[in-house]
């Protein structure tokens, strides 16, 4: 058995289950689950149709790079999107959904023959990355986020020599589960640091398409072609359907980037049997080629989050985020709970579910930047998140009154 295994610590949701054990909530109320970031939005039937009508692609093995019309529709999209030109041939990649690729990413980048190998991420995080990192045998350490920038990750807090040793990068705008988008002068920052210690930066960027602002989410690609990096050395991008076109089961996703990586990684990938199935194939290059779907999906996250931010606000502090499809909300000092007590005792009076926040983080320079903070997906639709959160409003109230 492989010893690394041993290191992996549980899966937040193994937790939360473990903390719900004994508790019987009361059937007075319907269960509401605010837990999992899952998309429950109904799936567009464009994109159904696209898969019932390819299933003559079953009689086929699918090459690991992809049908070329599958990547020009990546390379289609980054351009109405981002404004920028790649090559389908040697920039991007089919992957299997973005959380197989940022694992597999990690076992093709990190070299653990060279002594002590670090990998950084922020913190709290996707616990992907401290897996990937763990099982490609190095070291996690963690840059945690600052309430007081809108929980931008505090880059400055990794010493010099953890970056002389980090071969991996893993950056996440919009954030999970902060919903906080990097700035171009935080990116330029990164850049430097790339260039000065020579390690790769992986970007997820899946919550990109759901935002609140005018000016969608700067992405990482973007923001090396503003700052003259055309080549983009040491940067992949990692983006899903998931949560942009409500396709979690449908696995589909693309990297983006450097092309020597890309390179590298295509051949990982080719012996660890990652080729994206040619009926997914085909279910994407629809995706990828519509627009009006992604900007009816956002309004209904606009409509809904204009809705329940304002109810919570009123007892908890909490705010619209930048992006993505999560509320970063802080328990109430007055309640004197911890934040796994507050979603334990939610859960027992009035059937709520939210996921607590130091199980998305790690104790780390003598604090967990999770604590006293919930996570709560509103991925129903508007009418059980409002229920939800006239649920927790009750909640509070009942113990502060």
Known sequence: MNPLLSHLQPYPFERLRQLFTGVTPPTAYSPISLGMGEPRHPTPQFIRDALSGNLHGLASYPATAGDLKLREAFTGWLQKRYALKMDPATQVLPVNGSREALFAFAQTIVDPSKGETLVVCPNP???????????????????????????????????????????????????????????????????????????????????????????????????????????????ISFTSLSKRSNVPGLRSGFVAGDAALIKAFLLYRTYHGSAMSPIVQA?????????????????????????????LAAVMDVA???????????????????????????????????????????????????????????????????????RIVQFIQSRTA
């Open 283 to 311: 279910a994407s290059i629809a995706a990828w080629g519509d627009e009006q779907h992604v900007v009816e999906n956002r309004a209904l996250y606009r409509t809904k989050f204009a809705e329940v931010t304002p109810l």
């Open 125 to 235: 995080f996707y616990q992907i990355y401290e897996g990937a990192a763990l099982l490609a045998g190095a070291q996690p350490c963690y840059a945690p986020s600052d309430p007081g920038r809108n929980f931008a990750v505090n880059w400055d807090t990794v010493p010099e020599a953890v970056w002389e040793r980090t071969q991996l990068l893993f950056v996440c705008s919009p954030g999970n589960p902060t919903g906080a988008v990097m700035p171009i002068s935080e990116w330029q920052k990164l850049f430097e640091l790339s260039d000065r210690y020579g390690f790769v930066i992986a970007s997820d960027e899946c919550y990109s398409e759901i935002y609140f602002r005018d000016e969608p989410p700067l992405g990482g690609l973007q923001a090396a072609e503003q700052l003259g990096r055309h080549d983009f050395k040491n940067l």
């Open 320 to 390: 619209l985020p930048d992006a993505g499809f999560y509320l970063w909300a802080k328990v109430p000092d007055a309640l004197a709970m911890t934040d796994a007590e507050f979603a334990r005792a939610l859960l027992a009076q009035y059937n709520v579910t939210v996921l607590p926040g130091s199980y998305l983080a790690r104790e780390a320079q003598g604090s967990n930047p999770g604590a006293q903070r919930v996570r709560m997906a509103l991925v129903a639709e508007t009418e059980e998140c409002v229920e939800a959160a006239l």
